[in-house]
T-cell receptor, first 115, second 115 residues
Framework: AQSVAQPEDQVNVAEGNPLTVKCTYSVSGNPYLFWYVQYPNRGLQFLLK??????LVKGSYGFEAEFNKSQTSFHLKKPSALVSDSALYFCAVRDIRQAGTALIFGKGTTLSVSS | NAGVTQTPKFQVLKTGQSMTLQCAQD?????MYWYRQDPGMGLRLIYY???????DKGEVPNGYNVSRLNKREFSLRLESAAPSQTSVYFCASSETYTGTGNTIYFGEGSWLTVV
């Protein structure tokens, strides 16, 4: 069975500092991995995804994520946080070999960026 | 750029009442989904429609029914609402269900309260 974990309910960072939001996954085969962001009272917006190729994936709003197969992780990063990055972030995974399954989402991590 | 549109945005129901959440997408996607979001539980899949004319249960289908009206529209019905169905509901769509790394695009959400 596939699963995804976001070990931190909340991440606090000062504006201008680098940020990391952690995600680990478990699949039987190779994964497709996604990050979404949700602003208050809004739907989820797609940030980036890893399918294959370079382990470092660049996405929207200056975010990037690094796929680490040995650690089964896909952490979201940004070199310099903005107050406007404050939101709820979701990691999602899908097993490449299980074509009949939808995305499985983590429980979300609230990012709070202080000025 | 409408994307995925769902209505209503807010609804208060009394226990036992019925209602239908409507969803339409204009991206010519084949697959559509209904998720619910509850605090601390992330997003859970209720039902999905891999293609027009098909629907399947997700992780938490009890108490719900769906209809894939045509390629654009996918509705979610609560036949007899219960307080446990108080949640935020998201409709989503993707190009295909089994395609390589398909991105799922979300609507803005429907806030449902059952009293």
């Amino acid at each position: 069975a596939q699963s995804v974990a976001q070990p931190e309910d909340q991440v606090n960072v000062a504006e201008g500092n680098p940020l990391t939001v952690k995600c680990t996954y478990s699949v039987s085969g190779n994964p497709y991995l996604f990050w979404y962001v949700q602003y208050p009272n809004r739907g989820l917006q797609f940030l980036l995804k890893y399918i294959t190729g370079d382990n470092l994936v660049k996405g929207s709003y200056g975010f990037e994520a690094e796929f680490n197969k040995s650690q089964t992780s896909f952490h979201l990063k940004k070199p310099s946080a903005l107050v406007s990055d404050s939101a709820l972030y979701f990691c999602a995974v899908r097993d490449i070999r299980q074509a009949g399954t939808a995305l499985i989402f983590g429980k979300g991590t609230t990012l709070s960026v202080s000025s | 750029n409408a994307g995925v549109t769902q209505t209503p945005k807010f609804q208060v129901l009394k226990t036992g009442q019925s209602m239908t959440l409507q969803c339409a997408q204009d991206m010519n996607h084949n697959s559509m989904y209904w998720y619910r979001q509850d605090p601390g539980m992330g997003l859970r899949l209720i039902y999905y429609s891999a293609s027009e004319g098909t629907t399947d249960k997700g992780e938490v289908p009890n108490g719900y029914n769906v209809s894939r009206l045509n390629k654009r529209e996918f509705s979610l019905r609560l036949e007899s609402a219960a307080p446990s169905q108080t949640s935020v509901y998201f409709c989503a769509s993707s190009e295909t269900y089994t395609g390589t790394g398909n991105t799922i695009y979300f609507g803005e959400g429907s806030w449902l309260t059952v009293v």
